[in-house]
C-alpha cells in the first residue's frame, strides 16, 4: 500500500521527456502530415483504433518529428481530475501543491497523450474541454488558477470504437472538440515489416505471423474480442528470435493472450499450427 | 448391506411398480426371476430406474427391467445407466418401438461404449472447428454432420463421430485436417469449373493439388495432412511433378483424370471426402449473385459518403493469393470500411479477382434483391416452427431432456392505452415519493473519509492528527478523502407471471406493481426489460414481449402493460432459460431476474406438476446463477415458504402477502436488493 502523502496512480511515465532516438514508426496513410498540421493549428488530435495498432507509438514518433516533449498518461476508471491537474499534499507539516501530468505537460509546452480516454471518470471532462477548445486553458479550481497553454502545447487522446460496452461510449461533445485519425492494422505486407522489423526476425517467419493475426482477426466478433495486434505478432516475433519454437511462442504469446474460452483457445491454436 | 432381493420379494415389487402394464396374461414373474441372480445393488439401480421410467414410459419401463440381467452381464452400473438413458432419450424423440430397439441392441450399444472411450464427436469440436473455419477462411463457413465430409462451398459436412484411431487426440486431429482440407477445396479453386463425374480419380488428385497449395501457404496443416495419410504411391508420380506446381488448377486435375480412367484408383486420405460439384457451383453461383448486389451497395455507400456521382469510376484491386485490397474512388485512393473489406476477401476467395463488370453502379432493383434475400436466410436459420428449443431438467433420471420444450416469443398485444396514465394518476403521490427516493440513488458519488490514501486531504483528519502529534500521541495515517463512484450499471429482467392463477383481481395488483416499478426504474436510470411467460404443454411455452432492453417506456409498452391478461399453466423452467439467455446478452456489471409470481411452478401436461416442475425451475435458476445473473423473486402465495427457499436460495426471495400492497412494495423491494 501506499502510505499518506504518496501519491499514487496515472504519475508513472508522466514526466516530460523528450525522445531522444527517432522511433521506429511506418506510417498508414497521411496521419504524419495530418498530425503535424493539427499541431500547426493548435488542434488537438483523437486516435481512434483497435489495441495494439501502432497508436502510442505514433505519438512517441511524432513527439520526436516535432520535438517537442511527451507525457504519457495511461487512463483508468478511477482517474479523476485532480490526479491529471494536481493537488496539495503535506510535507513538513505543510500543505503542498504538486502539479499533475497535465498541469506539468501544459507548462512545458509538451504533448500530452491520454491513452484510452474513456475508461477515466467522467470528471475528467472538466479539465479537458476548457483545453481541447479555442480557449485552450487548464482551470485548476483548487489553486483559483488558470493556465494557459503555450502554442507547442497539444493534447491527443486515444480510443477503441471497438469496446462493446454501452459504459464506454466517448460522448459528442468531447470528441467533436477533436480533429480524429482513425488507425487500423497495417496492411499485410506493411505489417510484416514491422514484425520482422520490431521482432527481429526474418521476413519469412513474419509474414506467417502476418497470416496468423489476419486469421485471428477474421474472428472478431465471433468468439474473439479482437484479434491479435501487431503489437502480440512482435510479441510472438520477439519470442521466436530468442528461440523459442514458433508454434510455443505464438501459443504464449498470441493464443493465450486473446481468450480464456477453451474452444477459441484451441481454435486459434490450431490456427497458429495450420501455419507453422 | 442386506442381501438380495429372491425373486418373490422382486415381483412384489415389480408388481407395485410396474401395475399399469401388467395384466392376467403378464405378470412380472418372469422379469423378477431375471433380477433375482443380481446383486443388492443392481437390482436396486433397476428398481430405481423402474420407477423413474414408469412415470409417462411405462411399457419401457417393463422392457428395462426386462433386459437388465444381460446389460449388467456385459457392463457395469455406470454404463448400464447411461444405456437405459440413451433408451428413454430415444423414447421422447421416437417413440416406444425405437426405445425398445434401442434398449435390445446391446451390441451395438457396447461397440459404442468402446467408441466412447477414444471417438470424437462433431458436437464436441463444432465450435473449436467453427472458430477454425473462420479463422481460416474469413468468412463464417457452416458445419454440419453427414455421412461423409464434403462441402457446397458454404457448410462443411462432417461425419458426426470419427472413431478412426484409438486415441482422442487422434480423431480430434482428423477432425482439423478434414474441416480444413474441405475449406481449401473451395479456396484452391475446386468448384472453378464443371468436374462432370466427381468420384474415382477426381477426388484424389484434388487431394494431391491441394494438399501442396497448403503445404506452401499454411505449411504446418500441410505437414499434418502428409501425417495422417499413406504416402502416395509410386504409380502416381508423374501425376504429382503436375499437380505439386504452383499453378496447378482443378483443370490439371481434370486432365489427369482423364488419362487415368479404367486403372483403379488407390484408397484415399482420410481427411478427404466426396467431391459435389454440382451443388457446390449451385450453392457458389448463389453467393456469388448476394456479394454482387452488396458490393454493388457498399460502393454506392461509399460514393453517397463522398459526395460524389453515383457512376463515379471505381477501381479495385483485390488478389486471392494477398489478402491485401485497394480501393480507388475518382481517382482517389482510400482505406476500405471493414465490411467492404470483409466482403472483397470473400468475393476473391470464388473468383481470385474482381471482374469489372461488377463495379458498376446498381440500381434499387438490386438493393431490394439484397434485402429480401438477406431476411430469407435469417429465417433458414431459426427454427421452421419458429420457436426456439431449450432442455429441461428431470430430476428423476437426474438428467436433461434435450431440446424438450418449444418456447415461442411474442408481443403482448396492447391494450387501453389509458391504463397506465389511469393508474399513475390514482398513486400519483406514491410515485412522486419513489421518483425522489429513486433520483437520490442515481450516480451517487459517496465521498469516503479518513482514507489511507485518495484525491484530497481530509481537512478534519489532518487538524486532529497534528495535534495527536503535537500531543505526544500516534497520530493517525488515514488523511485523505475519496471519492468513490457508485456507478449503477445494472440491467434487470423483470419476469411476470402470466398464468391462468392470476386471472381477477391479481393481474391488476401485477399490472399496477409493474407500472410503479417502471416509474422507479425510468428514475433510477437501471436498464430493464419486461416479459410475461405462461405455457401449456411443452410442445407450446410462450414468453410474451412487454418492453425489449431497447425500448423507451413510451406509448407502446405502456398499452402492453395493461395488455397483460392471463393466460394458461406455469411451466417456469423453460421461461427461466429463455429469460436468462434475454438477459445474459445485455451488458452489465449486475444483472437481475426479478420474477413477479402467484404460484409455484405448474403445467398440467406432461407431468410437469409438482416436484418435477419444481426441480426444473431450480436447475434453470442454478444455469442463470452459473451465468453470473442474480434470480430474485416477489410471490403473493402464502405457500411460498415451502418451495421458494428450495428454489431461490433462503434469502432470494419476499412475500407480499396481499397482493393488494404489491404494487407499493414492490418498487422498495427492488431498491433493497440493488443497493
Not at chain 2, 501425376?239 to 488407390?266: H, I, M, Q, W
Amino acid at each position: 500500500m501506499n502510505g499518506p502523502g504518496r501519491h499514487p496512480r496515472a504519475t508513472s511515465a508522466a514526466e516530460p521527456r523528450e525522445t531522444a532516438a527517432e522511433p521506429y514508426y511506418q506510417p498508414l496513410a497521411d496521419e504524419v502530415a495530418l498530425f503535424g498540421a493539427a499541431h500547426a493549428a493548435r488542434v488537438p488530435v483523437l486516435l481512434k483504433g483497435p489495441t495494439g495498432c501502432g497508436k502510442t507509438r505514433f505519438v512517441e514518433y511524432m513527439a520526436w518529428r516535432l520535438a517537442r516533449p511527451l507525457v504519457t498518461v495511461a487512463c483508468h476508471d478511477d482517474l479523476t481530475a485532480s490526479d491529471l491537474v494536481g493537488r496539495y499534499l503535506v510535507v513538513n507539516q505543510e500543505t503542498v501543491w504538486v502539479d499533475g501530468p497535465l498541469a506539468r505537460a501544459v507548462r512545458a509546452g509538451a504533448l500530452c497523450y491520454l491513452d484510452e480516454i474513456v475508461e477515466a471518470r467522467k470528471d475528467t471532462t472538466v479539465v479537458i474541454h476548457p483545453l481541447a477548445d479555442a480557449r485552450r486553458i487548464l482551470p485548476m479550481e483548487k489553486r483559483g488558477e488558470q493556465l494557459a497553454a503555450p502554442d507547442e502545447f497539444m493534447l491527443i487522446l486515444s480510443y477503441n470504437p471497438g469496446y462493446q460496452s454501452v459504459l464506454k461510449e466517448m460522448k459528442a461533445s468531447t470528441r467533436q472538440r477533436f480533429v480524429a485519425i482513425e488507425f487500423g492494422y497495417p496492411s499485410p505486407e506493411l505489417e510484416a515489416r514491422i514484425v520482422a522489423h520490431e521482432g527481429g526476425v526474418d521476413d519469412a517467419t513474419a509474414e506467417r505471423l502476418v497470416r496468423l493475426g489476419g486469421m485471428t482477426r477474421n474472428l472478431k466478433g465471433n468468439g474473439l474480442d479482437e484479434g491479435a495486434s501487431t503489437r502480440l505478432l512482435v510479441h510472438a516475433a520477439k519470442l521466436i528470435a530468442l528461440g523459442v519454437a514458433p508454434r510455443v511462442a505464438c501459443e504464449g504469446a498470441i493464443t493465450q493472450a486473446l481468450s480464456d474460452d477453451a474452444d477459441m483457445l484451441a481454435a486459434v491454436g490450431e490456427l497458429a499450427r495450420a501455419v507453422f | 448391506m442386506t442381501g438380495p432381493y429372491d425373486s418373490r420379494e422382486l415381483e412384489e415389487r415389480l408388481d407395485e411398480l410396474l401395475f399399469p402394464v401388467l395384466s392376467s396374461r403378464r405378470t412380472a414373474a418372469g422379469i423378477a426371476a431375471g433380477l433375482a441372480p443380481l446383486a443388492r445393488a443392481q437390482q436396486d439401480l433397476v428398481l430405481h430406474w423402474v420407477k423413474v421410467a414408469v412415470h409417462g414410459a411405462g411399457e419401457l419401463a417393463y422392457q428395462i427391467a426386462a433386459q437388465a440381467p444381460h446389460a449388467f452381464a456385459r457392463f457395469g452400473p455406470a454404463e448400464v445407466e447411461r444405456w437405459i438413458l440413451g433408451a428413454l432419450d430415444v423414447y421422447d424423440r421416437e417413440g416406444l418401438y425405437a426405445a425398445s430397439a434401442a434398449l435390445k441392441d446391446l451390441g451395438a450399444f457396447g461397440r459404442g461404449v468402446q467408441a466412447a472411450r477414444s471417438g470424437v464427436a462433431l458436437a464436441e469440436v463444432e465450435r473449436m472447428l467453427t472458430g477454425f473455419l473462420r479463422g481460416l477462411a474469413g468468412r463464417a463457413l457452416a458445419l454440419a454432420p453427414d455421412e461423409h465430409a464434403w462441402t457446397d462451398t458454404e457448410t462443411v459436412y462432417l461425419p458426426a463421430r470419427l472413431e478412426r484411431y484409438a486415441s482422442r487426440a487422434q480423431n480430434r486431429e482428423l477432425y482439423c485436417a478434414s474441416a480444413a482440407f474441405h475449406w481449401g477445396q473451395a479456396r484452391y479453386g475446386s468448384f472453378d469449373t464443371e468436374l462432370g463425374e466427381a468420384s474415382g480419380w477426381l477426388p484424389l488428385l484434388e487431394a494431391i493439388r491441394i494438399e501442396a497449395r497448403l503445404r506452401r501457404d499454411l505449411p504446418g496443416l500441410g505437414e499434418r495432412l502428409a501425417r495422417l495419410r499413406d504416402p502416395w504411391p509410386a504409380r502416381l508420380d508423374a501425376a504429382r511433378a503436375r499437380l505439386e506446381r504452383p499453378g496447378a488448377t482443378v483443370r490439371d486435375s481434370l486432365a489427369l483424370r482423364d488419362g487415368l480412367r479404367g486403372t483403379p484408383v488407390p484408397p484415399a486420405p482420410p481427411w478427404c471426402g466426396k467431391l459435389d460439384g454440382e451443388r457446390a457451383r449451385a450453392v457458389r453461383a448463389a453467393r456469388i449473385a448476394r456479394e454482387r448486389t452488396l458490393l454493388a451497395r457498399e460502393l454506392a455507400g461509399l460514393r453517397e459518403q463522398r459526395g460524389l456521382a453515383p457512376d463515379a469510376p471505381v477501381r479495385l484491386e483485390a488478389h486471392r493469393e494477398r489478402d491485401e485490397f485497394r480501393v480507388e474512388l475518382a481517382g482517389e485512393a482510400l482505406a476500405a470500411p471493414p465490411a467492404l473489406a470483409r466482403l472483397l476477401a470473400s468475393i476473391v476467395q470464388d473468383h481470385g479477382a474482381i471482374a469489372p463488370e461488377w463495379l458498376v453502379a446498381a440500381g434499387e432493383g438490386a438493393l431490394a434483391a439484397q434485402a429480401h434475400d438477406g431476411a430469407r436466410v435469417d429465417e433458414s436459420g431459426a427454427h421452421a416452427e419458429g420457436g426456439s428449443l431449450y432442455d429441461e431438467w428431470d430430476h428423476r433420471r437426474g438428467a436433461y431432456r434435450r431440446d424438450w420444450c418449444v418456447l415461442f416469443e411474442s408481443d403482448v398485444p396492447q391494450g387501453d392505452a389509458a391504463y397506465v396514465g389511469a393508474v399513475r394518476t390514482r398513486r400519483a403521490g406514491a410515485i412522486a415519493q419513489l421518483k425522489r427516493r429513486f433520483e437520490a440513488l442515481r450516480d451517487e458519488d459517496r465521498l469516503l473519509k479518513r482514507e489511507p490514501e485518495g484525491e484530497d486531504i481530509d481537512f478534519d483528519a489532518l487538524v486532529e492528527a497534528w495535534a495527536d502529534a503535537r500531543g505526544g500521541r500516534e497520530p493517525s495515517a488515514r488523511l485523505f478523502t475519496r471519492r468513490r463512484r457508485a456507478e449503477r450499471d445494472i440491467a434487470v429482467m423483470i419476469m411476470v407471471d402470466m398464468s391462468g392463477s392470476t386471472k381477477g383481481w391479481v393481474n391488476d395488483c401485477e399490472r399496477e406493481a409493474l407500472v410503479m416499478l417502471c416509474e422507479a426504474l425510468e428514475a433510477l436510470g437501471d436498464r430493464y426489460a419486461i416479459y410475461g411467460f405462461s405455457g401449456w404443454s411443452r410442445k407450446r411455452c410462450e414468453s410474451y414481449r412487454v418492453k425489449r432492453f431497447d425500448e423507451d417506456y413510451g406509448e407502446a409498452v405502456r398499452a402492453r402493460i395493461a395488455g397483460i391478461a392471463p393466460r394458461d399453466y406455469t411451466r417456469m423452467g423453460v421461461a427461466v432459460r429463455h429469460l436468462a439467455k434475454r438477459l445474459a446478452g445485455v451488458e452489465a456489471r449486475t444483472r437481475v431476474l426479478f420474477t413477479l409470481s402467484d404460484g409455484k411452478p405448474d403445467d398440467f401436461h406432461d407431468g410437469y406438476r409438482g416436484a418435477y416442475g419444481i426441480e426444473d425451475t431450480r436447475q434453470a435458476l442454478i444455469e442463470a446463477r452459473q451465468a453470473g445473473i442474480h434470480p430474485f423473486c416477489v410471490t403473493i402465495d402464502r405457500a411460498a415458504p415451502e418451495y421458494l427457499s428450495r428454489l431461490y436460495g433462503p434469502a432470494r426471495w419476499t412475500l407480499v402477502d396481499d397482493a393488494g400492497r404489491l404494487p407499493l412494495r414492490v418498487a422498495e423491494i427492488y431498491r433493497r436488493i440493488t443497493c
